[in-house]
């Protein structure tokens, strides 16, 4: 049995947004001296880096989805070192409109990692006199939006009798600060002063130490819900793979959006990561197998990556002489020949895939899908089932023989490759399926097709 303090704060309205009372519940254990550990209950990348802010720890993944329950055990245990409590966020069911059955669930995760519940209720979008339906086995609730002293008081008494459980805190409607976190751009971090006043307004109003002794009430037990001898998987054992890994990693304000547990992974079986910037830089690292382009916003950059003519000359030299690349949604879209930020809005980028990336108006959330790998790759052979979640943000608009690598017509250019690169709009969770995190070690074998421009040199 290991002692984690942990608990899973959701919300129970299917358009509530917690994302306020989330910053500033983890900002207020931070001033109690307390370093919080986030987990996200999908594989899925924040709008916003809040968490990141007020925890000082960029949020972690689990995925009852992606993941067996032996395996989120152990990214969740891998993920709590040197941490004092986690807090597993997301929806609980009666908040997923419509309740579907597709991707990583809240509460699951509940079930498998014994995790205390604690429910987020919107005031503002409770309907006199009907009273919110309760979330099944509630430990405590948080109010959002509550008025005065005299409104919390009455919500409380009503709450506590309907519900049987207690409210441990509350935030107001704050009305200035709401509007401080509209204005911060997606993708983004917001101001160290709004998490820490968003803290203090939380604190008013709040028992942080009864959520503490809730977190704490009960020990984890690492074991398998599987009959017979324990099994424990040991993802990040030290197992160092037949052959170095030299991996540059783009980070930089374009591009930031990766897995924590896939990026310890990588090291755990002996890659050495090499930052480096596509804003900034004007070569890759010395002696790089593998570059690796995550997700990001560089339409806010494209004015900067567009001019960086060096860095997008050593992309391209790096596939002409056989290495290998990875990327993800806004790492794909970089490696187009153009990107559209708008109608008409155009900029040259590295130009590896003949194809536009359109920047999609809509703002859908990712979409889990499972897809089948038609075309032999260095990520996987053909039969290969991969699962993940679709970024819609970017949209390709082929311009010339675009390669798609998935057999679902629906989905065909939702993976593409160009020689050694494959650009991916799904972005995949490696630590969940570290049968495709091998392939990252092994030397491309496939022969070059002599059609492709970005052929190895011999």
């Not at 004092?84 to 059955?101: E, I, M, N, Y």
């Not at 990692?113 to 309907?127: H, K």
């Not at 560089?298 to 391209?316: D, F, G, I, T, W």
């Not at 003949?354 to 703002?363: F, M, R, V, Y």
């Amino acid at each position: 049995m290991l002692p984690l303090p942990r608990v899973a704060v959701g919300t129970v309205q299917p358009e509530a947004d917690g994302t306020a009372l989330l910053w500033a519940l983890i900002e207020a254990f931070r001033e109690h001296g307390l370093q919080v550990q986030s987990f996200l209950s999908r594989a899925c990348f924040a709008s916003y880096h809040g968490t990141a802010r007020a925890a000082g720890l960029s949020p972690r993944h689990l995925d009852s989805w992606l993941m067996s329950a032996d395996l989120c055990r152990e990214i969740f245990i891998h993920g709590m070192q040197d941490c004092d409590l986690a807090l597993v966020q997301g929806k609980f069911p009666c908040a997923v409109d419509p309740p579907s059955g597709a991707g990583g669930s809240l509460e699951t995760l509940c079930q498998w990692l014994d995790l205390p519940r604690v429910a987020v209720l919107d005031v503002s979008r409770i309907e006199a006199p009907r009273p919110p339906e309760a979330p099944q086995q509630a430990d405590a609730l948080l109010l959002d939006r509550v008025g005065d002293g005299c409104d919390l008081a009455r919500l409380t008494a009503d709450l506590e009798a309907l519900w049987g459980a207690p409210v441990l805190g509350a935030l107001g409607r704050l009305p200035e600060l709401r509007s401080g976190i509209e204005a911060v751009p997606a993708g983004t971090r917001p101001p160290r002063e709004l998490c820490q006043r968003l803290g203090s307004c939380f604190l008013r109003h709040a028992q942080p130490q009864r959520m503490l002794q809730l977190a704490m009430r009960r020990e984890l037990d690492p074991g398998s819900d599987r009959p017979g001898p324990l099994v424990v998987p040991r993802l990040f054992s030290p197992d160092p793979a037949p052959a170095p890994l030299a991996l540059a990693l783009a980070c930089d304000n374009a591009f930031d959006c990766y897995f924590p547990d896939t990026l310890d992974l990588l090291e755990s079986r002996g890659a050495t990561i090499l930052d480096f910037s596509p804003l900034r830089d004007e070569r890759l690292p010395p002696g790089t197998d593998v570059v690796y382009l995550g997700c990001g916003r560089p339409e806010r950059y494209a004015v900067e990556l567009s001019q960086n003519h060096c860095m997008k000359l050593a992309l391209r030299n790096h596939l002409r002489s056989g290495g290998r690349i990875y990327a993800e949604g806004g790492g794909l879209a970089y490696l187009c020949q153009q990107i559209e930020i708008a109608e008409g809005d155009l900029w040259r980028m590295v130009g590896i895939f003949p194809a536009i990336a359109k920047l999609s108006k809509n703002h859908d959330p990712p979409t889990p899908v499972e897809v089948t790998l038609g075309q032999e790759s260095w990520l996987g052979q053909p039969g290969t089932r991969l699962r993940g979640y679709h970024n819609p943000r970017w949209q390709l608009k082929p311009v010339g023989p675009l390669t798609g690598c998935l057999v679902e017509p629906d989905h065909r250019y939702e993976l593409v490759k160009s020689c050694g690169a494959i650009g991916s709009q799904i972005h995949l969770n490696f630590a969940a399926q570290p049968k495709l995190l091998s392939h990252f070690f092994r030397p491309c074998s496939l022969q070059p097709d002599p059609a492709d421009p970005w052929a190895a040199v011999p």
